[in-house]
């Protein structure tokens, strides 16, 4: 994609999904106010009006920068490890907001390094790294951002190689706005939206916010996915249809994870199919017995496989059973 396409494709989908708390009045808004006078002269009343004052509000240039993410779990020698965060403008004025990543956070255990492209825009709302997301270019695709707009951005950073289990290292995001930054009240003469004064607001028109890696010689992954066969010639989701779901239990790293227990609860609206639980595509019985599944009813029916002890060599741990739309 060309820069000036990929500008356009991030311009597109910066819009408000969230609430925030934008200041007050949107700028370039236009105040005027006449006041009046009403009278009794000689026993003729009348009335007089004074002259029209007018004046622009001025545009406040304010952000929040927020991290979404839980600390997330690595090994020695991973890459693409993503960090979510969210940009949010709370000025109330559009404005751009160049952002950067930095590794160098002070006391930390270790710096990790920033991916040969380490800032994305999460398009697709997924909360990682996937193939819908847009990379940032820097002065090419800066978000630009309405009053109360929030953008989601991934850091991608590798983690180095050699590091001991339970180090920390941390990664910042930081934002600023375009128009510029300073001691709060500091003015912009007319580079304001509309043509008015821009003011730096109380954060000083610039934030960070701060996400960490920690090493652990094991990691836990957890994917789920559901396929639809619907009732009679339809595929859609409708009564009657059947839905199956699988779960794909990875375990990366170095070291055992031990005592992996899954639960699944069976979705409201819908009922277990008997027979249906499997493990690496092996069939479960459904009554708690010498095998490792079964099928929990009650109020809150679910279904349990105890998977044990597994180790990255192990290889992924799929489960799968089917349900029936009420």
């Given at each position: 994609m060309r820069l000036k396409q990929l500008?356009?494709?991030?311009?597109?989908?910066?819009?408000l999904v969230g609430v925030a708390q934008a200041v007050g009045t949107t700028a370039g808004t236009s105040v005027a106010n006449q006041a009046q006078v009403s009278y009794v002269l000689a026993g003729v009343p009348g009335n007089s009006t004074s002259n029209t004052t007018t004046f622009l509000v001025a545009e406040v240039l304010d952000l929040n920068v927020t991290l979404v993410s839980s600390t997330v779990t690595v090994s020695a020698g991973d890459?693409?490890?993503?960090?979510?965060?969210?940009?949010?403008?709370?000025?109330n004025g559009t404005e751009v907001f160049p952002v950067a990543l930095d590794n160098l956070v002070a006391g930390d255990d270790f710096d990790p390094l920033a991916a040969s492209t380490?800032?994305?825009?999460?398009?697709?709302?997924?909360?990682?790294?996937?193939?819908?997301?847009?990379?940032?270019?820097?002065?090419?695709?800066?978000?630009?951002?309405?009053?109360?707009?929030?953008?989601?951005?991934?850091?991608?950073?590798?983690?180095?190689?050699?590091?001991?289990?339970?180090?920390?290292?941390?990664?910042?995001?930081l934002a600023s706005a375009a128009t510029g930054t300073g001691t709060p009240g500091v003015s912009f003469a007319g580079q304001g939206a509309g043509g008015t004064d821009a003011v730096v607001g109380a954060n000083g028109a610039q934030a960070n916010a701060t996400g960490e890696y920690q090493l652990s010689e094991a990691q836990v992954?957890?994917?789920?996915?559901?396929?639809?066969?619907?009732?009679?010639?339809?595929?859609a989701p409708t009564p009657g249809a059947s839905i199956t779901y699988?779960?794909?239990?990875?375990?990366?790293?170095?070291?055992?994870?031990?005592?992996?227990?899954?639960?699944?609860?069976?979705?409201?609206?819908?009922t277990f199919t008997a027979g249906s639980l499997q493990l690496n595509g092996i069939a479960l019985t459904d009554a708690?017995?010498?095998d490792v599944g079964e099928f929990q009813g009650g109020?809150?029916?679910?279904?349990?496989?105890?998977?044990?002890?597994?180790?990255?060599?192990?290889?992924?741990?799929?489960?799968?059973?089917?349900?029936?739309?009420?």
């Open positions: 500008a356009a494709a991030v311009l597109g989908w910066c819009v890459t693409n490890r993503t960090l979510l965060f969210t940009l949010t403008n709370t000025g380490a800032v994305y825009f999460d398009t697709d709302g997924s909360g990682d790294l996937s193939v819908a997301d847009v990379a940032y270019a820097a002065g090419i695709n800066d978000p630009a951002l309405a009053p109360d707009a929030t953008v989601a951005v991934l850091l991608v950073n590798d983690i180095p190689a050699g590091l001991a289990d339970g180090l920390i290292g941390r990664s910042r995001l992954t957890l994917s789920k996915s559901a396929t639809v066969a619907g009732s009679g010639s339809s595929i699988q779960i794909v239990v990875n375990v990366a790293g170095s070291a055992s994870a031990t005592g992996l227990i899954l639960t699944d609860a069976i979705p409201a609206g819908t708690a017995d010498a109020a809150t029916p679910s279904v349990r496989v105890a998977l044990g002890d597994l180790t990255q060599t192990a290889g992924p741990q799929t489960v799968a059973f089917t349900v029936t739309i009420n």
